[in-house]
């Protein structure tokens, strides 16, 4: 049990669907990041949350991706419209301070 | 904008062999490292961190790295490995700003033959 959790663990959806995952941090931790790892490459910055303000996007979340984090609590990320290329496996994380904890990931495949 | 290399990609060793693990960032300041490690089927997990002080730290599982600022390395290494060892190996660099988010590397995946 890492501490960070996120739902589902996989996700097999159809190109052009919408989906939507789910991270809750350890709980005290009030700061959040969203990751993407694809095969053969490290884990990718996609965005960070301090509480529920969303400070950074990286140029990979594209204006079909989305995050939010409302109360500063649990966060999700909904991709619209999915493509083959975003299947990935997308990590979260939640840190107070430098050390970052992460999740197990949710594995995205787009058919 | 900063980067982290890791010149091996897939690293092969029998028990008992000693590890090293090259891991290279661009970054002219202040830099705060990591290696992190990833089991087959698991989360990744930190195996040691580098913030100041002493360049050579340990970690967990008798691993250790040594920062060497000159030559912007911080390269993992394991005097004996075993074949619990087998996972894939992270390095990352945090240079700070407001986020604290962690650049990574590609990765290097360790295989362990018994």
């Known amino acids: 049990d890492t501490g960070v959790s996120q739902d589902p663990r996989h996700k097999i959806t159809k190109r052009g669907q919408n989906v939507t995952f789910r991270c809750d941090p350890i709980s005290e931790h009030n700061r959040l990041y969203w990751y993407r790892q694809t095969l053969g490459q490290g884990p990718e910055f996609l965005t960070y949350f301090q509480n529920e303000a969303q400070l950074e996007k990286s140029r990979l979340l594209s204006d079909r991706f989305s995050a939010e984090r409302p109360k500063g609590s649990f966060s999700t990320l909904e991709i619209q419209r999915t493509e083959q290329g975003d299947s990935a496996m997308y990590l979260c994380?939640?840190?107070?301070?430098?050390?970052?904890?992460f999740g197990s990931g949710t594995r995205l495949t787009v058919v | 904008a900063q980067s982290v290399s890791q010149h091996n990609h897939h690293v092969i060793l029998s028990e008992a062999a000693s590890l090293e693990l090259g891991c290279n960032y661009s970054y002219g300041g202040t830099v705060n490292l990591f290696w992190y490690v990833q089991y087959p089927g698991q989360h990744l997990q930190l195996l040691l961190k580098y913030f100041s002080g002493d360049p050579l730290v340990k970690g967990i599982k008798g691993f250790e790295a040594e920062f060497i600022k000159s030559k912007f390395s911080f390269n993992l290494r394991k005097p004996s490995v075993q074949w619990s060892d087998t996972a894939e190996y992270f390095c990352a660099v945090n240079a700070g700003g407001a986020t604290n988010k962690l650049i990574f590397g590609t990765g290097t995946l360790l295989a362990v033959q018994p």
């Open positions: 994380a939640s840190s107070l301070g430098l050390l970052l904890t």
